[in-house]
């Protein structure tokens, strides 16, 4: 195996250098080691440490952020760019294993149907999702949403088995917290781990990876009141329920190309064995300003009888000081030698 000195930064408080998605990944191809000086570093959005890299940079971000190659080499993104330096990576990738949403031969949706005691769930703490929460009290207006999680709760305080909660609903309302073009999150992936109908929002191209069949998705309907005519259309109808839930999650009922491991990997070859300068080694260090020479300074502040009492030579420290900044009354002071 070929050795490869990596490190991390940057990323969530309880991410564990050798116990993640991408160090597990990796060590499957590579021996990797962890190292304070490292040939490549996978760096996320939360923090600057970065900055004291010189090495490779490639850049992961689970947020709702574009990635910036001033700073970084690669990344790991939630957007489609005509860029060989970016590889599409949604978060529900790293969230679960994504072979768990390919559904079995005797996926058995009758018996699935008897345990759909309850209409819809809700499991959300950020209260930021305004469309989110326009949406679940619309919603509620038909049938009571129950909602398990900090925001809105309504089932005596937030659950602690997310799964095992929504695993009773036919429905779930998973909205993400922002809309952008690819940003999937794992909203979409909980309700179906769980057998329940995702009533999707977020991204407008979600159908590039999920089959569109195997849930309700927001951007199939003019507004609020045509997608909740159909939710209740469904929810009166079994046999129209049972039919999304036959519906593989995946097109022919497997892993999307953007989640697959080996497609990753081969990312990752791209960038090990691409040998380019780092993009932290061709910034060049910022160069002190020299002062240039003035014909005369400005005073950008109104003297008082107090100031002028003072000597010459703090009026000119002060002009100096605020030198050739704009102010509202200025007055023409001592020339300097060029």
């Known amino acids: 195996m070929r050795r490869i000195k990596l490190d991390f930064c940057d990323f969530w408080p309880d991410h564990r250098k050798t116990d993640n998605y991408f160090y597990n990944l990796l ?14 570093l996978i760096c996320s959005c939360f923090g600057k440490d970065y900055l004291r890299y010189n090495c490779i940079r490639i850049f992961y971000t689970g947020e709702n952020i574009r990635p910036n190659f001033v700073e970084y080499d690669y990344a790991f993104s939630f957007d489609y760019l005509n860029n060989p330096d970016n590889y599409r990576l949604p978060l529900y990738a790293l969230y679960s294993d994504p072979r768990k949403l390919i559904k079995p031969e005797d996926f058995n949706v009758d018996a699935i149907m008897k345990e759909k005691t309850k209409f819809c769930s809700f499991v959300v703490s950020n209260p930021n999702g305004k469309i989110r929460n326009e949406f679940f ?42 809309s952008h073009e690819g940003y999937s999150t794992e909203k979409i992936v909980e309700p179906m781990l769980s057998n329940s109908i995702p009533i999707y929002w977020g991204n407008r191209l979600v159908d590039r990876d999920f089959n569109p069949k195997s849930f309700i998705n927001y951007y199939d309907y003019r507004d609020f009141d045509v997608l909740i005519e159909r939710i209740i259309q469904i929810d009166n109808d079994d046999n129209l329920w049972g039919d999304y839930l036959r519906q593989p999650f995946y097109y022919n009922n497997e892993v999307n190309e953007f989640a697959r491991p080996e ?30 020479p003035l014909s ?37 002071t001592k020339r300097r030698k060029a």
């Open 27 to 40: 060590s499957t191809q590579y021996d990797i080691v962890i190292c304070d000086s490292p040939d490549f």
């Open 137 to 178: 009290f619309k919603l509620s207006q038909y049938k009571k949403v129950d909602s398990a999680g900090r925001l809105f709760n309504n089932v005596g305080g937030p659950v602690k088995d997310k799964y095992a909660f929504m695993k009773m609903y036919k429905f779930n309302i998973a909205f993400e917290n922002s």
């Open 263 to 292: 497609n990753v990997l081969k990312q990752f070859d791209y960038i090990f064995n691409n040998d380019r300068v780092p993009v932290a080694q061709k910034r060049k260090p910022p160069v002190a300003q020299k002062r240039k």
């Open 296 to 332: 005369y300074f400005l005073i950008t502040y109104k003297p008082t009888i107090s100031n002028l009492r003072r000597s010459p030579g703090f009026v000119r420290r002060q002009a100096v000081q605020i030198c050739g900044k704009p102010g509202r009354w200025c007055k023409l």
